[in-house]
């Protein structure tokens, strides 16, 4: 890692954003088991040491671990990781990180079955509660989806839409509020899936079957499609972790 020098207003971009960086590295460090929950980190100065950085950019990127409840600092006590029962396994962020590498399977079926309670649902409202603006959203999201195809970014970003889509279709806030999270998972496990090789199916049609039955206002039909979706999303990404 580049050292950094500089931490004022005028400091380069780069210097600015190494903090960041740091709590990646850090951030996967711990999701990856490497540094267990109850382990103790070296001091500020000897980590900023380590790392050739400042002092500040290590202090703000222990400040980043700490709100998503990786670690927790305290005075004469020290920085140590907490329990996984205090992380914040929905953060987006955090969800990046979780799929940098070879992500944890028990994990990834625990993601697939809190889409499969929260997912079927919204798709039931969406169709009740949904607005023409919104189907045409849904529409435009499932062509760019068939148009670039889910292997590429383009594709992916579509897919992420199209499922946003639908919570915020449901019209209610607590829902919509999950569409960072949700959204995030969506995009990592697709990720995930596609990076090692191509997938014997086009899940593009599952999501056709989910537009179709909201466009149709059929709530029963559409938290069925959706539970299809996801059962087949879990079957794909099942092949991806055994490959």
Known sequence: MDGHKADGPGAPKSALRIHQTIARDLGIAILTGRHE??????GEIESAGRL??????YREAVRILAAKGLIESRPKAGTRVTPRARWNLLDP???????SGEPDPAFVRDLFELRGIIEPAAAELAALRRT???????MQALADMRAHGLSTAAGRAADQRFHNAILAATHNAAL??????VGAAVSWTTTFKHRKQSLPRDPVSDHE???DAIAAKDAALAGNAMRDLLDNALADMDLALSS
């Open 37 to 42: 929950p109850g382990a103790l980190f070296e």
């Open 52 to 57: 050739r950085v400042s002092r500040t950019a």
């Open 93 to 99: 962020e955090l969800l990046a990180w979780m799929f």
């Open 132 to 138: 023409d603006a919104q189907a045409a959203e849904l």
């Open 176 to 181: 919509a509020s999950l569409a960072s999270s």
């Open 209 to 211: 079957a989910v537009l």
